[in-house]
């Protein structure tokens, strides 16, 4: 199992910056990517950045440019910095974690979740 606990959320003025924080527990040597979801209230959930082990990421549209997904070097933390926020950032950040369970067979664990507020 892998334990995923996100920090980092709260409000900021748009322009303004925000790092997000998923510190991650367990069977860390399984994890095959991790990422970051949010959802805004009526919207869709949206999958905003990945990582993979291989430090390969992708981000979507709405935040390329704007937004960067890391891991420290001991693969124990995975950081979301969100630069120049916008109002439509508003939303719930949920990060995961798909990782291979015992069986090898792929596996995700999802944080908690942490609100992130942008004032226009």
């Known amino acids: 199992q892998v334990q995923l606990v996100e920090s980092g959320g709260g409000l900021v003025q748009a322009g303004g910056s925000l790092r997000l924080s998923c510190a991650a527990s367990?069977?860390?040597?399984?994890?095959?990517?991790m990422g970051w979801y949010r959802q805004a209230p009526g919207k869709q959930r949206e999958l905003v950045a990945t990582?993979?082990?291989?430090?390969?990421?992708t981000y979507s549209d709405s935040v390329k440019g704007r937004f960067t997904i890391s891991r420290d070097n001991a693969k124990t933390t995975m950081y979301l910095q969100m630069n120049s926020l916008k109002p439509e950032d508003t939303a719930v950040y949920s990060c995961?974690?798909?990782?291979?369970?015992?069986?090898?067979?792929?596996?995700?664990?999802w944080g908690q979740g942490t609100q992130v507020t942008v004032s226009s």
């Open positions: 995961y974690a798909n990782y291979r369970n015992e069986y090898l067979r792929l596996q995700a664990s």
């Open positions: 367990g069977r860390l040597a399984s994890i095959v990517s």
């Open positions: 990582i993979t082990n291989s430090e390969r990421t």
